[in-house]
């Protein structure tokens, strides 16, 4: 059976709320978020001021952490569920901060008009104005804005998972192995440290070298550095995308003698004899590497839940201008899910909420749609432990810099601020929806 509940009943809503995942009803919003990640959070703040109590639902699982709380002798667990603010984990694989500063507690980031489904979209039915959750109860809404992300495919590289329990390999891309990054660089003696970039869309591109820079300037810290040999394998052809600052990395890597290698692709990871396997792109030919440690960037993938809205890569297909979805007037998307054609980060996503909730506020009220989005987004380049590039360009990776100075050069100023200032703006303004970037 399924009932309807109107919006404008907010008591009747609530005491079905109760007896929501048991049974098989539907709840009715004119405005659902599907995903409460950095994008999602800063949509369901703006629209929740904009709408009022009661008209915004965000559908978040949420990652549960446990804390433990204790009292004299007694230990008690209770589970936390946390909002990750995954920027700093190149900071933290880097040995510079504690993981735990890259999380807070999602509750405290949801607006209080804004109601939480604490569960995951497993269908979306964009011709029936409606999504399906796991518990397979529906959800109706007048307007729908998708932002659940992209996601980790770590099967794409034979043998990966299980390296990843093994000495010497690591990744800065998920919660569970940031820690262990910054031990293999405390643990690497002599050899060979490879850095690698996947053959498929992942968030935030600067990210795979980030942390070599950091590696390579510990590793002189420690004297080590005439015993590494640092390679960069990277699937791309160039090393990084916007000329301008591609131009100042080319040089880094060649006065600091890291290796880098273009075209060549991580296939498997080899724990028991520390090999991993790389396919050069251009020829097929299958070519093994020695690692004393390998950081793995894996490959990347949009949500298969997403097809129904998506592409034929598999990301929500939107205007790239307005961020719209192509056929579905009343469904908009932004942020790693998304099929905007630039570099996925959470400075793009400040830029794109903006235009977003201006645009779908726009399109509520049958007037026209009139911000465009560029393409903004930006990459603070971290390449040692006291400076940075700041990398921000549009969709023709033209740069579009904030301050009055060549931000193509390796600044200090640029990296306090990416390892302070911008965290503040993120925890305090970004995701309150009190900041919408650049653009
Ligand atoms: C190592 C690393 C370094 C980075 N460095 C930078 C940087 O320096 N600067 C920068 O700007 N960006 C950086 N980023 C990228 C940035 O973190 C992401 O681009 C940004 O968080 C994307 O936001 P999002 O909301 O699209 O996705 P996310 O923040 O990943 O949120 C997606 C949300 O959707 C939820 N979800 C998933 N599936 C479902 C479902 N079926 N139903 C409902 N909810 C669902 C998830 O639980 C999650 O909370 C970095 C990322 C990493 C990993």
Known sequence: MVITLSKSSPLLRKAYCAFHFARNVSQSYKLVVAGGGTAGLSVSNCFSRILGKGNV????????????????????????????????????????????????????????????????????????????????????????????????????????????????????????????????????????????????????????????????????KTNKRDKANIIYNSSLGVIFGAPKYAQSLNEIVKKRNITVNYKHNLIEIKPQTKEAIFEKLETGEKVPFKYDMIHVTPPQKPPAVLKPLADSAGFVNVDKETLQHTKYSNIFSLGDCSNLPTSKTAAAVAAESGVLVENLNAFMNKSPMKRKYTGYTSCPLITSYNTCILAEFDYNLQPLETFPIDQGKERTSMYYMTKDAIPFIYWNLLTRCLYYGVD
């Open 57 to 220: 639902a965000l559908i978040e699982p949420k990652n549960v952490n446990f804390r433990y709380f204790s009292i004299i002798m007694f230990q008690t667990r209770f589970a936390l569920q946390v909002h990750y603010y995954q920027p700093l984990w190149t900071f933290v694989g880097g040995g510079i901060k504690d993981v735990k500063e890259s999380e807070r507690p999602i509750r405290n980031f949801i607006p209080p008009h804004c109601e939480w489904i604490q569960n995951s979209v497993k269908e979306f039915l964009p011709d029936e104005n409606a999504v399906k959750l796991s518990d397979n109860s529906t959800i109706n809404y007048e307007y729908l804005v998708v932002a659940i992300g992209i996601e980790m495919d770590l099967d794409r590289i034979k043998g990966l998972k299980e390296a990843l329990n093994t000495e010497g390999v690591c990744s800065n891309y998920m919660v569970d192995t940031v820690t262990k990054t910054w031990k293999c660089i405390q643990n690497f003696k002599e050899g060979n440290a490879i850095f690698t970039f996947p053959n498929t869309p992942i968030k935030c591109a600067g990210a795979p070298q980030k942390i070599m820079y950091l590696a390579d300037d510990y590793f002189r």
